[in-house]
């Protein structure tokens, strides 16, 4: 069973930073992406910011210049630093790998389907 496990999150005051982090655990065959989303209260979950195994990264527009993704493949792990934090990034943060397990490779799998985490809650406030 694949498990996503998020930590970072907490209070921190406008223009502070703070890093996420999430470790996947489980059964993986190979991680094609790994990223960050993000939900508001009343908002739809938003792409803050993706990588691929590779290194590729994408960042929304609200979060180029100060935010940074970063992973580590041994690791099965992501980073998601956030810098000059605004009261507007206030909402829960979830992680989301694209993976293919070790169950699916062996059943002729090869396109990788999304995991998530639960979510970790960040404040911006002063």
């Known amino acids: 069973q694949v498990q996503l496990v998020e930590s970072g999150g907490g209070l921190v005051q406008p223009g502070g930073s703070l890093t996420l982090s999430c470790a996947a655990s489980g059964s993986i065959f190979s991680i094609n992406s790994m990223g960050w989303y993000r939900q508001a209260p009343g908002k739809e979950r938003e792409l803050v910011a993706s990588?691929?195994?590779?290194?590729?990264?994408n960042y929304a527009d609200s979060a180029k210049g100060r935010f940074t993704i970063s992973r580590d493949n041994a690791k099965k792990t992501v980073y998601l630093r956030m810098s000059s934090l605004k009261p507007e990034d206030m909402a829960v943060y979830y992680c989301n790998f694209v993976l293919i397990t070790t169950a699916q490779y062996m059943g002729g799998g090869i396109h990788g389907l999304d995991y998530w985490g639960k979510g970790t809650l960040v404040t911006v406030s002063s």
């Open positions: 990588i691929t195994s590779g290194g590729i990264t």
